[in-house]
T-cell receptor
């Protein structure tokens, strides 16, 4: 079983839709969870950074962590064509620097 | 503007010809790291550095070297590049171990 699983997509939605992106993981030691957005020919850009379980909201973005289910989600409200990108989840253990990434989900938002 | 700068952005070279990819950050970050990104494999860490003169291996260090002589710079060295090192490389930095990492825009290496 891979440490972090993420559906590669592509996920195609119309403008204005609510988008749900998800990752599952197997290592219960992961404590810090991140979502990155990556546009073509660019580096990953940090969107959300959360510690342990719970919800975090930032504008149109909400990150959820359910440690009991080993499941994290990123919700995007009122999606825009500019949200079209690949979304990467990442996580790490407390006291360790190494990030473990999902393979990324490609999101396409059509006007 | 806070940024992580990598050079070159693109490079085509041949097997065995030593090359260096530079990485520089202007945020006074202690922690720096190198990743490679391959289709179907995602991002994998090559090496990281907790501070000047402190480096350690990541998940895929074979065939790579790094050095951290100054806080702002963290070059990636391929002493004898091989075709299996053809990839997209990213440098990242963070204030310290506990903070999220910020990435450069990548270097696409093709080794023939």
């Amino acid at each position: 079983q891979k440490e972090v699983e993420q559906d590669p997509g592509p996920l195609s939605v119309p403008e204005g839709a609510i988008v749900s992106l998800n990752c599952t993981y197997s290592n219960s030691a992961f404590q810090y969870f991140m979502w990155y957005r990556q546009y073509s020919r660019k580096g990953p850009e940090l969107l959300m950074y959360t510690y342990s379980s719970g919800n975090k909201e930032d504008g149109r973005f909400t990150a959820q962590v359910d440690k009991s289910s080993k499941y994290i989600s990123l919700f995007i409200r009122d999606s825009q064509p500019s949200d079209s990108a690949t979304y990467l989840c990442a996580m790490r253990r407390s006291g360790y620097s190494t990030l473990t990434f999902g393979k990324g989900t490609m999101l396409l938002v059509s006007p | 503007e806070a940024q992580v700068t990598q050079n070159p952005r693109y490079l085509i070279t041949v097997t065995g010809k030593k090359l260096t990819v530079t990485c520089s950050q202007n945020m006074n970050h202690e922690y720096m790291s190198w990743y490679r990104q391959d289709p179907g494999l995602g991002l994998r860490q090559i090496y990281y550095s907790m501070n000047v003169e402190v480096t350690d291996k990541g998940d895929v260090p074979e065939g790579y070297k790094v050095s951290r002589k100054e806080k702002r710079n963290f070059p990636l060295i391929l002493e004898s590049p091989s075709p299996n090192q053809t990839s997209l490389y990213f440098c990242a930095s963070s204030r310290d171990l506990g903070q999220p990492q910020h990435f450069g825009d990548g270097t696409r290496l093709s080794i023939l």
